[in-house]
């Protein structure tokens, strides 16, 4: 049980989120993200509800198991598209291969797919980004790979960006300030 957080994350801003397993770090990004609604309370952008956004959400989550975040019977061309037609700067900022739009997800990488999803995350409308432990399950040359792209690019569009991780090393390298969960009341 999430209750007391008030947490808030400036444009451009980049904030750590730590708490021990079970304390509700994924239960509050979903909620950022707008795919629960809080018992109490509310999510607002900008002062304005999330639910009056229209159209694709500006707060985009990227998950720690990106193959829970496709379909795996829709091509990661169309899956990356989703409306809109792939940047192709990002593609190459990502190195994405042309060729892995073609493929299916169960036939790239953890990390080849994390890519593909952190491209769709990335859309125009897109003002915040949530990270749930986005790269725990890759090596550290992917890790490293993917942090420097995600810190120029959020820098570059002024995004907010809530990384939520298990490593304090990670948070004090690549956030501004770090917040902590308060215990759950009883």
């Given at each position: 049980m999430l209750a007391g957080v008030n947490l808030t994350?400036?444009?451009?801003?980049?904030?750590g989120l730590s708490a021990p397993s079970g304390r509700g770090k994924t239960t509050l990004c979903r909620l950022l993200a707008g795919y629960d609604q809080p018992d109490r309370g509310t999510v607002a952008l900008d002062g304005r509800p999330l639910s009056a956004y229209k159209g694709a959400c500006p707060v985009q989550m990227i998950w720690q198991h990106p193959e829970g975040a496709v379909d795996p019977l829709i091509p990661l061309g169309r899956?990356?598209?989703?409306?809109?037609?792939a940047e192709e700067r990002?593609?190459?900022a990502l190195d994405i291969a042309p060729a892995w739009l073609e493929r299916y997800p169960a036939e790239l990488s953890g990390g080849e797919l994390q890519r593909i999803c952190i491209a769709r995350a990335l859309g125009p409308q897109t003002c915040f980004l949530l990270c749930d432990e986005i790269t725990a399950m890759l090596d550290p040359i992917t890790q490293a790979q993917i942090w420097r792209f995600l810190l120029?690019?959020?820098?570059?569009?002024r995004l907010g960006l809530l990384v939520v991780s298990h490593s304090r090393p990670l948070l004090e390298?690549?956030?501004?300030?770090?917040?902590?969960?308060?215990?759950?009341?009883?």
């Open positions: 994350v400036a444009p451009g801003e980049r904030v899956t990356l598209a989703e409306g809109r037609p990002l593609l190459a120029e690019e959020t820098a570059r569009r390298r690549v956030c501004t300030r770090i917040e902590h969960l308060p215990a759950p009341t009883r």
